[in-house]
Nanobody, 124 residues
Framework: QLQASGGGLVQAGGSLRLSCAVL????????ISWFRQAPGKERMFVGG???????YISDSVKGRFTISRDNAKNTLYLQMNSLKPEDTAVYYC????????????????????WGQGTQVTVSS
């Protein structure tokens, strides 16, 4: 089970940190990633991290968003800085098999478990 939290309303230029807690299993069993879905749009990959530390960040947020992972807490974090109105979306965390390669992490179909989503709204 995945539990996402940390969303909210923030002004453009502000920051938020999202958390994704993996419950019931060791996070080391999975690749864990963040996706987002804006109204009327497809679910898009934001970034993810493998247990080994390999990280893949979408070009659309590179330089503004960072991924970190606390294996001891079974939690993945998405630090979002310099937020823009176009970052407004529901953010989901997802877990996939730990053998998932970096080049496939963008594909939502590769993930087996999804959290409930947390709303991020950036006002202009």
């Amino acid at each position: 089970q995945l539990q996402a939290s940390g969303g909210g309303l923030v002004q453009a230029g502000g920051s938020l940190r999202l958390s994704c807690a993996v419950l019931g299993r060791a996070s080391s069993d999975y690749v864990i990633s963040w996706f987002r879905q804006a109204p009327g749009k497809e679910r898009m990959f934001v970034g993810g991290r493998k247990y080994s530390g390999g990280t893949y960040i979408s070009d659309s947020v590179k330089g503004r968003f960072t991924i970190s992972r606390d294996n001891a807490k079974n939690t993945l974090y998405l630090q979002m800085n310099s937020l823009k109105p176009e970052d407004t979306a529901v953010y989901y965390c997802a877990a996939g098999r730990k053998t998932l390669i970096l080049s496939s992490m963008w594909n939502a179909n590769e993930y087996d478990y999804w959290g409930q989503g947390t709303q991020v709204t950036v006002s202009s």
